[in-house]
Structures are given as structure tokens and as C-alpha cells.
């Protein structure tokens, strides 16, 4: 499993943070943080990291003066991380890097039974990553930003094409039908799988479509609410991705135990009550417009390459 890392951007340089060596990271310009901040515009106790599970993160904001952003979007509750994400605390900027997960004890893995996932949603990726887990797949996770077309030559230059693509439709920002077109030409022995994360219905002629341009089937979104009351339909999905790469069909007995740990870990994420900053020095705490400082797309990708 890569190590997962923050990568923080501040007006002093650039840090690179292992994550998997505290259970909890907290940031702000009190020394009593786990990473202190030189950032006027950042609260004393401005926001915290929580490991969940072992390797699931949850980012908090404390209640702080000026806010949060993950990719540009202001931080209101506990917010499940995945590979990719940016957030800016002030003047600073974090990029989340948790990219390729395997089964603990394979080093490398069976390329044919690797799933290379572009997913948008946190909560969605990972119930596809943990159930793929445990029937005996690997898991790449790239960033919605990724040359995803790049990617899959360089792969296929070096003899490591995954066996599937996951893709969601909200996490390619180009032409995703030409793109499915071109890997059935191209690359006909990789599968791809669509979804949608926001909409937990795909109507047929949408789904007949998407068929058409070369992928297996187009996905709606898992009811993350109720997942073990929704086994059933999860199971059928599942069972395609699991058929196109080889591995036999998942049993309820076997996804059942996956699913209660997901739905714990959405519990828990609810239960990150963020603690009230208590700052009374509000001079340095100016309200401001935080998206003015999200940082281009372009020049994170080149910070992480």
C-alpha cells in the first residue's frame, strides 16, 4: 500500500507529511498543533485529520474564523478524503496523495485483477475500493484530474495495463465516450466500467448508450445511508466488476461484513464533532474570500509530478 502523504504549499516552502505515523493531525498557528502553521489567515486550532480504520481520512474544520476548502468547495462537516483532494487553510495548501491500494502481503499484484479507478466521490470510491479488496483485488485510485489517455499508453508501453477501468462520469473532465471509443480500439483487452455518483437511478436508453461507446455497463450510485439493506443490489453490480476481471462472484455471507464496516465508517465521520476555536486575538482573523486562493489545477499537478 503507498503511504499516504500531505503534500503542504505554504509562502515558506513546500513539506511532504507521512500520514500513517499519527492516528490524528492537527493544523493552526498554536504551537500545540501537530503542524504548525506560519499563516496569518489560519485560526489558532483551525482544523484536524482523523484516521479511521486504520487508512481512511476524515478532514475536520475546528470551527475556525476564516473556513476551509476541499477543491474549492467550503469545508460545513467531517469530509472523507481520497487521493487528489486540495484544501486550503488560508494562505496554505494541502494535497491529499493515497493512490494505490493492495492486499496486505502482495507486493505485486496480479496485473489482470487490477482495478484502476477515477472516482469524484470520496464515499462512493471507497465502498468500490473496500469491497474489491476483500475478494482478493488491487486497487489504483488516480486523481479526477488525471491523463487518464497518457496513463493507459504509458501502461500499456511498460506491460502494466490494469485488467479494468472504474470511471466516473463526474471525475473525467473530457470526452468520456471518446475516450471509452478509443480504448475499445486501441486497447480492446481493457474493460471499462462507468458510474454516476450522484444519481442512484441510470435510465435505460442512458445505459444502452453508454453500452455503445464501449463500455460494459454505466453504474448509479450505491445508497451509501443503507448499505446492508441494499446488499442485494450491490451484490449485482459488484458481480460484473468481479466476472470481467476473473474472480469469482461475491457470496451476501462474504459482503455482508464489508458493508457494516463501511456504514461504521460513515458513522464515525458523522461523529467528528469539530470543537469551537477559541481564539479572543481576531486581529490576524479577517474574514476572507478563501476560493481567491485555491490554487490552479495546473500548478498542483505540477507540485505533485
Not at 176 to 193: A, D, G, M, V
Request: aromatic share 8%; with cysteine; hydrophobic share 35%.
Amino acid at each position: 500500500m503507498d503511504t499516504p502523504q500531505l503534500i503542504l504549499h505554504t509562502v515558506y516552502g513546500t513539506k511532504q507529511l507521512e500520514l500513517s505515523r499519527n492516528s490524528t493531525w492537527t493544523f493552526g498557528r498554536s504551537k500545540t498543533n501537530t503542524v504548525c502553521l506560519k499563516d496569518p489567515m489560519s485560526s489558532r486550532h483551525h482544523a484536524k485529520l482523523e484516521i479511521v480504520q486504520d487508512r481512511h481520512y476524515y478532514f475536520v474544520d475546528l470551527n475556525s474564523r476564516n473556513g476551509s476548502l476541499i477543491n474549492g468547495q467550503r469545508v460545513t462537516q467531517p469530509t472523507l478524503l481520497k487521493h487528489g483532494d486540495y484544501i486550503s487553510i488560508g494562505n496554505t495548501f494541502l494535497l491529499f496523495q493515497h493512490r494505490v491500494v493492495t492486499l496486505s502481503g502482495i507486493p505485486f499484484p496480479n496485473l489482470s485483477k487490477q482495478v484502476l479507478m477515477l472516482q469524484a466521490s470520496a464515499v462512493q470510491g471507497k465502498i468500490w475500493q473496500e469491497i474489491l479488496l476483500s475478494q482478493k483485488a488491487s486497487v489504483v485510485w488516480e486523481g479526477a484530474s488525471s491523463e487518464l489517455k497518457n496513463r493507459i499508453v504509458l501502461n500499456a508501453t511498460s506491460n502494466t495495463l490494469p485488467g479494468l477501468l472504474l470511471i466516473d462520469q463526474k471525475a473525467y473532465r473530457v470526452k468520456l465516450y471518446e475516450f471509452c471509443n478509443w480504448c475499445r480500439q486501441t486497447y480492446p483487452q481493457l474493460k471499462i466500467f462507468l458510474t454516476d455518483s450522484l444519481r442512484q437511478q441510470i435510465p435505460d436508453r442512458e445505459r444502452h448508450s453508454a453500452i455503445q461507446q464501449g463500455c460494459l455497463n454505466l453504474f448509479p450510485a450505491f445508497v451509501k445511508s443503507n448499505l446492508v439493506n441494499n446488499a442485494a443490489s450491490v451484490t449485482i453490480q459488484v458481480n460484473e466488476v468481479l466476472q470481467a476481471i476473473g474472480i469469482s462472484p461475491i457470496q451476501p455471507n462474504q459482503l455482508l461484513p464489508t458493508l457494516k464496516r463501511l456504514e461504521d465508517l460513515m458513522e464515525q465521520g458523522a461523529s467528528f464533532s469539530p470543537l469551537f476555536d477559541d481564539e479572543i486575538d481576531s486581529e490576524h482573523d479577517i474574514p476572507t474570500a478563501l476560493s481567491a486562493h485555491v490554487p490552479s489545477q495546473k500548478r498542483l499537478d505540477k507540485n505533485k509530478a
